[in-house]
T-cell receptor, first 108, second 112 residues
Framework: DAKTTQPNSMESNEEEPVHLPCNHS???????IHWYRQLPSQGPEYVIH???SNVNNRMASLAIAEDRKSSTLILHRATLRDAAVYYC?????????FGTGTRLTIIP | AAGVIQSPRHLIKEKRETATLKCYPI?????VYWYQQGPGQDPQFLIS???????DKGSIPDRFSAQQFSDYHSELNMSSLELGDSALYFC???????????FGQGTRLTVV
């Protein structure tokens, strides 16, 4: 399994952008980079995924380094509902494995 | 749109009893993953199935078994339950590997 490294916790003010980093230096060439988040007492929720190019959707943007060894999830305008644990997961032909994500706290 | 359905949502069992958790994936999804999440912990991968065959195995105790049926739903069977098995159990489904995973709301198992 590819190993990931994320900050244990981050804080951001409401309505400001948030950049959540992830290192995945052992990612294989065929693994996609997935991001999920988990709100308290809920199942994990898909956020975004990409392979090489940067990706945008209605929830977030994903910036992938050229060497694919790191990525950054960008929440453009954080709201209180974005408070959650965020996980980056290399995912390809093997199991979808959660590491230790980043607990994001949003300050009103 | 239909989501991943897990049943039951809550289950209380006594030590040494058995439990069966069910997971109904999104239509046309062929891959199911099971996870165990203890209080304050990250989800731990247990086992996965692709096209009704076991595709990968994680930290699943020998007391647990699982299978995926012809209609692609999956069941996690847990025997000789222990207090430490109390946790949230999630399943997820995908269409193949590497695609967007959808998670159910989980089954909260309490062993007393």
């Amino acid at each position: 399994d590819a190993k990931t490294t994320q900050p244990n916790s981050m804080e951001s003010n409401e309505e400001e952008p948030v950049h959540l980093p992830c290192n995945h230096s052992t990612i294989s060439g065929t693994d996609y980079i997935h991001w999920y988040r988990q709100l308290p007492s809920q199942g994990p929720e898909y956020v975004i995924h990409g392979l090489t190019s940067n990706v945008n959707n209605r929830m977030a943007s994903l910036a992938i380094a050229e060497d694919r060894k790191s990525s950054t999830l960008i929440l453009h305008r954080a709201t209180l509902r974005d408070a959650a644990v965020y996980y980056c997961i290399p995912f390809g032909n093997e199991k979808l494995t959660f590491g230790t994500g980043t607990r994001l706290t949003i300050i009103p | 749109a239909a989501g991943v359905i897990q049943s039951p949502r809550h289950l209380i069992k006594e030590k040494r009893e058995t439990a069966t958790l069910k997971c109904y994936p999104i239509p046309r999804h062929d891959t199911v993953y099971w996870y165990q999440q203890g209080p304050g912990q990250d989800p731990q991968f247990l086992i996965s199935f692709y096209e009704k065959m076991q595709s990968d195995k994680g930290s699943i105790p020998d007391r647990f078994s699982a299978q995926q049926f012809s209609d692609y739903h999956s069941e996690l069977n847990m025997s000789s339950l222990e207090l430490g098995d109390s946790a949230l159990y999630f399943c997820a489904s995908t269409r193949g590997f590497g695609t967007e995973a959808f998670f159910g709301q989980g089954t909260r198992l309490t062993v007393v």
